[in-house]
């Protein structure tokens, strides 16, 4: 069997994308989709991404990890879907679509600039040395210094297999403050299980942490992640962060066929 696949990458993070509207995709294939993902004996991504028919919104998004297991929401992959979905002319400038965590809304920009609405986010634990919230996926967030030369696989591990989350687990960033809107992060991803160049929902818990523990005042907030630069804004309304954006760039790389 021949599938026909296109590669999308925001900020680094890297998707193999799959019009699945036809229902033809083997989605119970865990081997598979790991395989595809792999970077060595497949066509190589951070995670896989179908984008299927839905009823009541314009497309429906199905998010793997690398590790080929259906999982939380993705931000940097909800971006290149709605990109995808441009490209396939399922969509124009302006979309709704559905994802594990609900509704989102999405507009494409001019130079592949995609914003995305990212969940209401309700809750954020403020620890002593940490802060935990979930942005459609569960984020521990932590500043640390010389974030340049920190060892984020081996300390995002530790923090990510620990007794503080148990089986189920969170994603992890390490952050450093550069002023008082922009912060450069570090991500952890669960089921990549390493570093990523970027993490969009990991973006988001960043700049809403970094808000609610009052290292800024700053509603839109810049993020430097290692494959490039986000922007995450919001209004804020006590503890309650809504309208919340991820906005960045989501590019097309190349296309394909490959047999399975």
């Known amino acids: ?41 497949g066509i190589g991504a951070d995670g896989l991404i179908l984008l299927e028919n839905d009823a009541e919104t314009d497309f429906r ?22 990109a995808f979905a441009n490209q396939l002319g399922v969509i124009e400038n302006k979309t709704t679509f559905i994802a594990t965590d609900g509704l989102h809304h999405a507009s494409v920009g001019e130079e592949a600039i995609i ?33 340049e030369h920190y060892n ?11 007794a503080l989350y148990g089986e189920k ?16 992060l570090r991500t952890y991803e669960r089921g990549v299980e390493d570093e990523t160049l970027a993490c969009g929902t990991g973006a988001t818990a960043v700049a809403i942490a970094m808000n609610a523990i009052g290292e800024t005042d700053k509603t839109s907030i810049n993020l430097n992640v290692e494959g490039g630069k986000l922007t995450v804004s919001f209004d ?8 919340v954006f991820l906005t960045g760039p989501a590019k097309f790389v190349f296309k394909g066929i490959i047999e399975i």
């Open 1 to 41: 069997m021949q599938i026909e696949f296109y590669k999308y990458q925001g900020t680094g993070n890297d998707f193999v994308m799959i019009d699945n509207r036809s229902d033809f995709f083997p989605k119970e294939d865990i081997k598979l989709i790991e395989r595809l993902c792999d970077r060595r004996f």
């Open 115 to 147: 914003s995305l609405q990212m969940i209401d986010v309700d809750e954020v634990q403020k620890k002593e040395s940490y802060t935990f919230l979930d942005t459609g996926s569960p984020h521990h967030v932590q500043i640390v210094d010389d974030l």
């Open 236 to 243: 804020k309304l006590g503890d309650h962060f809504t309208n």
């Open 169 to 184: 687990g969170s994603n992890i960033n390490f952050v450093k403050k550069v002023d008082d809107s922009t912060f450069s």
């Open 61 to 82: 998004m199905v998010y793997y990890n690398s590790d080929g297991n259906q999982s939380s929401m993705c931000g940097n992959g909800g971006r290149c879907l709605v």
């Open 152 to 162: 984020v696989k081996e300390n995002g591990a530790a923090i990510r297999y620990g």
